[in-house]
Each structure stands twice: as structure tokens, then as C-alpha cells.
């Protein structure tokens, strides 16, 4: 699992769920066979001290996006021109998959959602993922609103 640096702002509400729903998803895309039991104990130690609440909401919407994943990847397969899901980064890919899962089945306003896995693959991927991130989600919620 990723580890938090030192050198930035301890994550509070929502943006520390994403970041602890991405490092879950990017350890389950690496080590698909792990044991769910370490995953439950990595969300339990990373939200210790924060509300019950919060803690619920990571797991609920971790086991959401692990249960909607085929959907996902199509939707991202389809929306990442001339990318495989093979192809992209295990960071990008995973920071994708909760960003698509966000803007398709939940309520939280696209440019937020947008934003957050930005700021994500500017603390977790290479100096390409922000505009890589940015561009296909971007396609997604422009689809999603043509579609409303």
C-alpha cells in the first residue's frame, strides 16, 4: 500500500476516503488472489480517529466500485481513446476506475469529482497522470451531461 508523505497535509473527510479507496483498488488490481481481511485492516488503521461515518462511506463505496468494476471498465475502455486498461498506469487506471465509478452512479458534482482524482494522480502518479486523468474524465462527464 502507498504510504502518505510526510510533507503534505493530512487529508481530511472525503479526500482521505479517495485516497484510501485508490491505494485499496490499486492493491487489488496488483494482487487480485489478497486477502480482503489486510484490505479491511488497512482501511481500520488509516481511518482511525476519524468518524464512524467516514469510515462507513470508504467501505461502502470501496465495495461499490469493486462490485461495479466491469462497468467501469467499459466505460473507461471505451472512453480512453487509443488506451487499454493494460496500458495505463496501475495509478492512473485505478484513480480512474474511482472517478468513473463517481461520476456514473453517484450524486457528487462532476467538477468535484474531476478535481479530486487530479489532485490524486498529482500525489500518486507521474508528471503526465493530472492531464491524462483530467482529459478522460472530462470525456466522461461531458458524455454524462449530454446524456441528462
Known sequence: MFDQEDDNQPLTGRSLAREIIVQVLFEDDLNPNGDQQLADQFVSDRMQGKSVGLSTY????????????????????????????????????????????????????????????????????????????????????DAEETES
Open 58 to 141: 470508504t467501505r461502502e463505496m470501496l465495495e461499490s466500485i469493486r462490485q461495479s468494476k466491469s462497468l467501469v471498465d467499459a466505460i473507461l475502455e471505451e472512453s480512453a481513446d487509443n488506451w487499454s486498461l493494460s496500458r495505463m498506469a496501475p495509478t492512473d487506471r485505478n484513480i480512474l476506475r474511482l472517478g468513473v465509478y463517481e461520476l456514473t452512479q453517484t450524486d457528487t458534482p462532476g467538477q468535484v469529482v474531476i478535481h479530486e482524482a487530479v489532485e490524486l494522480a498529482k500525489r500518486f502518479g507521474t508528471q503526465d497522470s493530472p492531464r491524462f486523468v483530467n482529459g478522460v474524465l472530462d470525456r466522461i462527464f
